[in-house]
């Protein structure tokens, strides 16, 4: 049986004000969201016709939306050719009714850690949730430096992990989503800049405030948390289907979403400077 101290704290004062407690936790704490990125990116204060460089450009998303809010001149990279496939499809069918994307807008294989770029070339490097999967962090950061104008900036977004999440949790996490371990460190990625000569600018730790923002404004975390009890409760169900390997990425991104949403992992958002007269 549970001490009396404890049974007087949780059953006597804590009921007390268990529902006004509910009450103050159902008021939003009006978290920023991923909004927040384009946003600083604005206030670096390109001029249209900048060149900007994708790095980790995926299916072109971001790539196309930087263009058509800030008229830059954008070149998305990414490892994976069905990226690069898709986002060259998706930029012809834009360019039928917004010609002007053509010119502005290319996509080509590429890695952090050889960008396919002339040195100083660049006023802008984004970089979206991708350094977490490259083997040499400080190779990366060294080309963005190699890459960028004096004075260009580069705008990067990583996830870290944090002492909530437990070392079990972690060593099946990280593997499972192709983390290097490592770089899931702040302090590791934050020595790996400054040894690549970039200026840390910026630095805003988010903790677990897109993990909110995605469950107020889309119900994003509580799907995550019924799809990894489902995957939890029948994993044969969608071995059998799918295989084993497709089985445990869909439970690590589930989980990846959950752990962000709860303090597990916590992201962060750089604004980098390449020094001028360095």
Known sequence: MADEAFLSRSYDAFAQVEEEYKELLDQSLSPRGPSMFYETAERLGLE?????????????????????????????????????????KDLADRA??????EDAVSFDLGRAEALPVSDASMSLIW??????HVDALPTAFAEF????????RALVYQ?????RLEPGEAAWLLPTMGCVEQN???????????????????????????GQYG???????????????RLLSDPDRYIQRFGDDNYQIALGDCLWHIYRLIGKLSDRVYVLSCPIGS
């Not at 039928?96 to 994307?101: A, D, K, M, R, Y």
């Not at 469950?215 to 009890?229: D, F, I, M, Q």
Request: negative net charge.
């Open 48 to 88: 249209p016709g900048a060149d900007v460089l994708d790095v980790g450009c995926g299916e072109g998303r971001h790539t196309l939306e930087l263009a058509q809010r800030f008229g830059w001149r954008i070149r998305g990279i990414d490892p994976v050719q069905r990226h690069i496939d898709i986002a060259r």
């Open 127 to 132: 970089c979206r949730d991708v350094l977490v």
């Open 184 to 210: 899931m460190r702040p302090d590791y990625a934050e020595a790996a800049m400054h040894a690549a000569g970039l200026q840390i600018d910026e630095c805003h730790v988010l903790g677990t405030e897109w």
């Open 215 to 229: 469950e107020e404004h889309s119900g994003k975390g509580s799907r995550n948390l019924l799809h990894a009890a």
């Open 96 to 101: 039928q009714t917004q010609p002007e994307l």
């Open 145 to 152: 430096r190699r890459a960028l104008v004096p004075g260009g």
């Open 159 to 163: 996830m870290f992990c944090t002492d």
